[in-house]
């Protein structure tokens, strides 16, 4: 077919040559001429929501979409350039923004009284399947991604268990503080430190490198009493965070510092009751000063 020469065409004429190659399915050729229109009459809203069609079923849909939005710039009503739109963005994978303009399109369908049987609903309905589609594949990825190898989940186990283990010390050892003579106390004191023991021992064979099983230690020896042993788990969690760059505020220092006030409040306690314990009453103290005299006067 020769090439037709446009430069004296008016853009409307221009405008009816592409709805013919576009009729025919030369969409590119149609394009151009659309484009030729849009050149001598830039105000027309058909014009670019012609071309943004062309773009659609060429596939080229980023290029559509400008074309929809100028469109309804010039024309708000235009429900071609909305359904236009909503295919670029279906085809785009964009199933939100799909959705959204092509009900825009529907409802001014159904505003104007236009019947376009189911031209716009088959759409909507598709891109509706698509978003689930979509929403269901995020979902079973999220699935996949939260399953673990059987050393990460024993690892995690046993950080559950010890923050488990963790609540309970501390629960006993505020009941046990009022009575640390009482037998159970001295049950739970043997018992449950071993079982402490054990459970990060073993957390921290998994991963030396697991900081949260120093630091759950650390607590898990601070609610038994045991400040010594504390300080050691808490100052080995609190060198594994700087070590690793990992920020956790004053979450472990705090309880360090608890820990060793606690370590000195003890040994405050101790001094003060060998204090307590050199000390005489009165009659023990004439008592020996008698036994002094006798023995003064036996000599």
């Not at 050149?39 to 014009?47: A, C, F, G, N, V």
């Not at 314990?277 to 004439?286: G, M, R």
Request: glycine share 4%.
């Amino acid at each position: 077919m020769d090439a037709i020469d446009t430069n004296h065409l008016p853009h409307n004429t221009l405008k009816d040559i592409g709805n013919g190659m576009y009729a025919a399915g030369r969409y590119r050729e149609a394009a151009q001429y659309y484009t030729e229109a849009i050149l001598k009459q830039p105000d027309i809203s058909s014009y670019y929501s012609n071309r943004a069609l062309c773009y659609v079923q060429m596939h080229e849909y980023a290029k559509a979409l400008p074309d929809c939005r100028r469109s309804i710039e010039l024309d708000e009503s235009n429900l071609k350039a909305y359904f236009f739109a909503g295919q670029a963005h279906l085809g785009l994978g964009q199933w939100e923004e799909a959705l959204t303009k092509l009900l825009q399109a529907h409802n001014l369908a159904l505003e104007q009284h236009r019947n376009f049987g189911d031209d716009i609903t088959s759409v909507i309905r598709l891109a509706k399947r698509k978003r689930f589609e979509a929403e269901d594949e995020k979902r079973r990825q999220e699935e996949i991604s939260l399953q673990v190898s059987p050393a990460v989940l024993v690892h995690a186990m046993l950080n559950f268990a010890a923050l488990r283990l963790l609540s309970v010390l501390v629960s006993l050892s505020s009941v046990f503080q009022c009575k640390p003579s009482s037998h159970a106390r001295s049950s739970f004191s043997f018992i449950l430190p071993r079982c402490v023991r054990h459970t990060f021992s073993r957390s921290i064979e998994l991963d030396e490198s697991n900081l949260k099983a120093y630091f759950f230690a650390g607590q898990a020896h601070l609610g038994l009493g045991q400040w010594e042993e504390a300080l050691t788990k808490l100052l080995q969690a609190h060198n594994l965070a700087l070590e690793q760059h990992r920020n956790f505020g004053d979450d472990i220092t705090s309880v360090i510092r608890l820990a060793k006030r606690k370590r000195f409040e003890a040994e405050d306690e101790k001094r003060r009751q060998e204090e307590i314990s050199l000390q005489v009453s009165p009659a023990v103290l004439v008592h020996a000063m008698l036994n002094f005299a006798a023995l003064r006067v036996a000599f």
